[in-house]
């Protein structure tokens, strides 16, 4: 039973700041490829940012590099996005998953067996 709950979303003007969760439980991170990815209303889900199992070095698609920050407590069994100077268009329902995969680079959503629920982030003022 692999489960991944993302918490920390909510409501915030352009500018703020939040930081989401993904506690994970029947599994341990350290084995595991962890992506956070979102979705907007009416758009394709896309990936946010990841940290594979091959360098361990956390990698952002453009939209978002210099403003969110991923982590991992290996001890704590959790993932983290940092996200800083949110913008509208970073508006969306934010989801981690996880995987097995060993790889250098981020993959495709659709590479991904094991998912959250996801937490909503609105930035709007």
């Known amino acids: 039973q692999l489960q991944l709950v993302e918490s920390g979303g909510g409501l915030v003007q352009p500018g703020g700041s939040l930081r989401l969760s993904c506690v994970a439980s029947?599994?341990?991170?350290?084995?595991?490829?962890i992506g956070w990815f979102r979705q907007a209303p009416g758009k394709e889900r896309e990936g946010v940012s990841c940290?594979?199992?091959?360098?361990?070095?956390?990698k952002y698609v453009d939209s978002v590099k210099g403003r969110f920050t991923m982590s991992r407590d290996l001890a704590k069994n959790t993932a983290y996005l940092q996200m800083n100077d949110l913008k509208p268009e970073d508006t969306g329902v934010y989801y981690c998953a996880a995987d097995r995969l060993f790889t250098y680079n981020c993959r495709e959503g659709s590479d991904y067996d094991h998912w959250g629920r996801g937490t909503q982030v609105t930035v709007s003022s």
């Open positions: 029947g599994f341990t991170f350290d084995y595991y490829a």
């Open positions: 940290i594979s199992r091959g360098d361990g070095i956390p």
